[in-house]
């Protein structure tokens, strides 16, 4: 069974938890073990059942951007140390690429970045972190999410520094 480690910065979006427990009920069904890291519980972990005991609270997931970077270092070796023995490491949200993104690279993991919102003008921290995606799927949840994300990826995307790919995420 090959195993993914899926982290999002805000354990409060009912929506994208949501979309993740359809994706855990349908991944052992593809061979795929789901494990969890969020930055704090939250009631609506157990009221969607995000299953308690695959799930690792690391709270650096949401402060990486008011952070120093030396004081994040801490925060990606324990999010490393979770991935070892991971087949990918999944940002369901651009939030949290950044942390995965070094932490994939340490425990030599594949890191996947899910663009999930729409953004009215990408941030220059997201057009950043982007540009080091090799593949950036894009939600096909709502046609507005869909073409917003797309937006904001493809203009992130303009001058990549090396081959991305953009894609339109599957729906399970």
Same mark, same amino acid.
């Given at each position: 069974m090959r195993r993914a480690l899926v982290t999002l910065a805000h354990p409060q979006h009912a929506g994208m938890l949501r979309?993740?427990?359809v994706l855990d009920d349908a991944a052992a069904?593809?061979?795929w073990e789901l494990r969890y890291a969020f930055p704090a519980s939250h009631a609506?972990?157990?009221?969607?059942?995000?299953?308690?005991?695959r799930?690792?609270?690391?709270? =650096?997931?949401a402060r990486w951007r008011r952070l120093a970077g030396a004081l994040v270092l801490p925060d990606v070796l324990r999010l490393a140390r979770l991935a070892r023995g991971a087949d990918?490491? +999944?940002?369901?949200?651009?939030s949290t690429f950044p942390l995965c993104h070094l932490a994939g690279g340490i425990a030599r993991v594949p890191q996947v970045v899910h663009v999930y919102?729409? +953004? =009215?003008?990408?941030?220059? +921290?997201?057009?950043?972190?982007l540009a080091r995606a090799r593949h950036v799927p894009s939600s096909r949840a709502h046609e507005r999410t869909r073409r917003g994300s797309r937006v904001t990826a493809e203009r992130a995307?303009?001058?990549p520094r090396r081959a991305v790919r953009l894609r339109r995420a599957l729906r399970c």
């Amino acid at each position: 069974m090959r195993r993914a480690l899926v982290t999002l910065a805000h354990p409060q979006h009912a929506g994208m938890l949501r979309a993740l427990r359809v994706l855990d009920d349908a991944a052992a069904r593809h061979g795929w073990e789901l494990r969890y890291a969020f930055p704090a519980s939250h009631a609506l972990l157990d009221e969607i059942g995000i299953p308690a005991e695959r799930t690792t609270i690391l709270p =650096g997931l949401a402060r990486w951007r008011r952070l120093a970077g030396a004081l994040v270092l801490p925060d990606v070796l324990r999010l490393a140390r979770l991935a070892r023995g991971a087949d990918v490491l +999944y940002s369901t949200t651009l939030s949290t690429f950044p942390l995965c993104h070094l932490a994939g690279g340490i425990a030599r993991v594949p890191q996947v970045v899910h663009v999930y919102s729409s +953004y =009215g003008s990408p941030r220059p +921290y997201r057009k950043h972190w982007l540009a080091r995606a090799r593949h950036v799927p894009s939600s096909r949840a709502h046609e507005r999410t869909r073409r917003g994300s797309r937006v904001t990826a493809e203009r992130a995307l303009r001058a990549p520094r090396r081959a991305v790919r953009l894609r339109r995420a599957l729906r399970c």
